[in-house]
Structures are given as C-alpha cells and as structure tokens.
C-alpha cells in the first residue's frame, strides 16, 4: 500500500493495527534518512518531531500500554472488546497529529529520499505467500513449533500441564496462556500463533474463521501439539460446541433443570470461558458479571453448590 495511501487511511480514520504498525515502520525507517533540513521542515509542519511521532504510533499499538489503558478503564482483566476500545483510543489519538499538508509534505521529503528510480512505473504485487512450497514451509513452521513446545513442556507451567496432566486443563489461566504467549513472542518472534495457525490450517485443510487473538490462537494450537484435538480447531467454537452438550447432558438427567435467568448466567460464562480459560469467584466481580450482581447475585441463583458448578464448567467446557 503506498505510503500516502497509509496515511491518508489513518488521518480518515482507520484505527486497524496493521495500518499503524507499517506507518510506523515506513516513517522510523524514513526518520534515519532524512537530513537535519528536512527533520526541521516536518518539525515546524506537526508541530514535534518525526521521531515522537513514529513513537507516538508504535505505543498505539504495545500490547502492554493497551492493556494498562484497558485496566484503568475498569476492566481489571481485559477481554478481547476492552483491549481493542483502548487499542482504539490510543491509534485514534496518535492519529490527530496527521493532516493533509503534513503527510503531503512526508510524501515529499520520502520521495526526494527514496532511492527508486522510476516513480511512475511501479511493480504492481500479484499475489503474497510463502517463498518456495506451501506446504514445505507450512511443515516447517509446524515441527519449529512442536519442537519449542517440547523444549520447555516442563519449563512453563501451562505447558507442563497439557503434555504431562492433560486431565488438569480446566485449572489452565488466563494469567498463564499470557506467560506461554511472551515467552514464545520473546524466544521465536517467528512463531507468532496466528502465523503457526495458518501453518496448521493449510495442512489440516482448515476452511474456518480465524481466531480472535494470539491467546485463543495459541490455547487450539497447544492442544493440536498435545493431541487433545486431532486438527486445528478453534477454542471459542469447541467452548461452545462442548457448552450446548453439557447443558443437553444436565437437562436429561433427573436432577432440576436450569431456570432461564441461571442460562442467562451460563452463557455468560460460556462467553468468559471463550476468551479467559476459566472461570473463578474473582471473575464474578468483573464485567460483565458486575452488572448483573456479580458474585452475590451467582450466589442467589445457584446456592451452595455454585463453587461446584463453577468447576464443573471449567472442566467440561475444557473437555
């Protein structure tokens, strides 16, 4: 996408994290290019420096910063919605500091710098895949990443639970996906999830939906290693798929049946389950359980035995 196109885009409002995270890159790459004369042209055009805004772009999108915004928003651990209306908060800010004349003038300088000879006749891109065989790359990204997860199976604890005590899954966190998932991004930047899921996905002919984050990418993922799915599927459609089954096994047994209001909850949790793992007495203090009552209101609708149901959703809907 040309450059001017990029900001454009940004400047009329498109908050997408790949538009920010190549702009960003675009004009950190132009910022070491450019002389002190034309630092000083785009300086007095924004009003600060390229550099702060190249930075500006790249803390839009930091996954840690996202997250603390989300936390001082109210949402103590923030699901999937409250990380990407913080994520926006952030790109749209960063974003007020482009303007017409101030990207016109970016295109400028970056054209006079560039080393492109004809600007006129560009190549026009066909198509982007993987260099060389699909599937042969496909392959290797899939045992690289087999081959990490085995090294550190009884280094990281989430690890350790799904290959050595599979049946213990249900007690797998939030908190310790999130430590699988940096200890991957630090130690093989290359094994994104969502880059190894499409790996898995061209082999196992996968024909479905993406998942909705690198956490969920990398719980299906880590079960498709372990064996616990024999191909790739996705966590939230295997929390649902095993949800409506638990609710199908409670209702044909003799025991009462769930209320409309406790379904209410249920579902709730189902939802919780599809982007958090599982499920605790903290959780029920948090959205969207707070609104509706939080734990006191769980506690109306289910008794004393709602520590036991709790775990019993956790473990089926791990299953």
Same mark, same amino acid.
């Given at each position: 996408?040309?450059?001017?196109?990029?900001?454009?885009?940004?400047?009329?409002?498109?908050?997408?994290?790949?538009?920010?995270?190549?702009?960003?890159?675009?004009?950190?790459?132009?910022?070491?290019?450019?002389?002190?004369?034309?630092?000083?042209?785009?300086?007095?055009?924004?009003?600060?420096?390229?550099?702060?805004?190249?930075?500006?772009?790249?803390?839009?999108?930091?996954?840690?910063?996202?997250?603390?915004?989300?936390?001082?928003?109210?949402?103590?651990?923030?699901?999937?919605?409250?990380?990407?209306?913080?994520?926006?908060?952030?790109?749209?800010?960063?974003?007020?500091?482009?303007?017409?004349?101030?990207?016109?003038?970016?295109?400028?300088?970056?054209?006079?710098?560039?080393?492109?000879?004809?600007?006129?006749?560009?190549?026009?891109?066909?198509?982007?895949?993987?260099?060389?065989?699909?599937?042969?790359?496909?392959?290797?990204?899939?045992?690289?990443?087999?081959?990490? /997860?085995?090294?550190?199976?009884?280094? @990281?604890?989430?690890? &350790?639970?799904?290959?050595? #005590?599979?049946?213990?899954? +249900? *007690?797998?966190?939030?908190?310790?996906?999130?430590?699988?998932?940096?200890?991957?991004?630090?130690?093989?930047?290359?094994?994104?999830?969502?880059?190894?899921?499409?790996?898995?996905?061209?082999?196992?002919?996968?024909?479905?939906?993406?998942?909705?984050?690198? /956490?969920?990418?990398?719980?299906?993922? @880590?079960?498709?290693? &372990?064996?616990?799915?024999? #191909?790739?599927?996705?966590? +939230? *459609?295997?929390?649902?798929?095993?949800?409506?089954?638990?609710?199908?096994?409670?209702?044909?047994?003799?025991?009462?049946?769930?209320?409309?209001?406790?379904?209410?909850?249920?579902?709730?949790?189902?939802?919780?389950?599809?982007?958090?793992?599982?499920?605790?007495?903290?959780?029920?203090?948090?959205?969207?359980?707070?609104?509706?009552?939080?734990?006191?209101?769980?506690?109306?609708?289910?008794?004393?035995?709602?520590?036991?149901?709790?775990?019993?959703?956790?473990?089926?809907?791990?299953?």
């Amino acid at each position: 996408i040309p450059f001017k196109d990029l900001a454009m885009g940004l400047m009329m409002g498109d908050r997408s994290e790949e538009t920010v995270s190549s702009l960003a890159a675009r004009l950190a790459r132009l910022d070491h290019k450019l002389s002190a004369d034309d630092h000083q042209k785009i300086t007095a055009e924004a009003g600060t420096s390229l550099t702060a805004i190249v930075s500006d772009l790249f803390n839009a999108i930091d996954p840690d910063k996202v997250e603390a915004d989300a936390k001082a928003a109210g949402h103590p651990e923030p699901d999937d919605a409250a990380m990407q209306t913080a994520r926006e908060a952030r790109i749209k800010q960063a974003a007020n500091i482009f303007t017409g004349p101030l990207i016109n003038l970016m295109d400028t300088v970056r054209r006079d710098n560039e080393q492109t000879i004809d600007h006129e006749n560009l190549d026009t891109l066909l198509r982007t895949e993987w260099a060389g065989s699909v599937a042969e790359n496909a392959q290797q990204i899939t045992q690289e990443f087999e081959a990490y /997860l085995d090294e550190n199976r009884d280094q @990281i604890e989430a690890l &350790t639970i799904y290959f050595n #005590t599979p049946a213990r899954r +249900s *007690e797998v966190t939030y908190a310790m996906i999130k430590d699988v998932l940096k200890k991957l991004t630090d130690d093989r930047p290359r094994l994104a999830p969502l880059t190894v899921w499409q790996a898995y996905a061209h082999l196992d002919e996968y024909k479905g939906s993406n998942p909705a984050s690198d /956490l969920t990418a990398l719980v299906a993922l @880590i079960r498709r290693v &372990t064996g616990l799915d024999a #191909t790739l599927t996705p966590h +939230s *459609e295997r929390v649902r798929r095993n949800f409506q089954n638990w609710v199908l096994n409670h209702h044909a047994g003799h025991g009462d049946k769930f209320t409309e209001e406790q379904m209410e909850w249920l579902r709730m949790i189902r939802d919780h389950l599809a982007t958090s793992f599982t499920i605790e007495r903290d959780d029920l203090d948090m959205a969207p359980f707070d609104s509706r009552g939080g734990l006191g209101q769980m506690y109306a609708l289910f008794g004393e035995g709602m520590d036991d149901m709790m775990t019993e959703v956790n473990r089926a809907l791990s299953a």
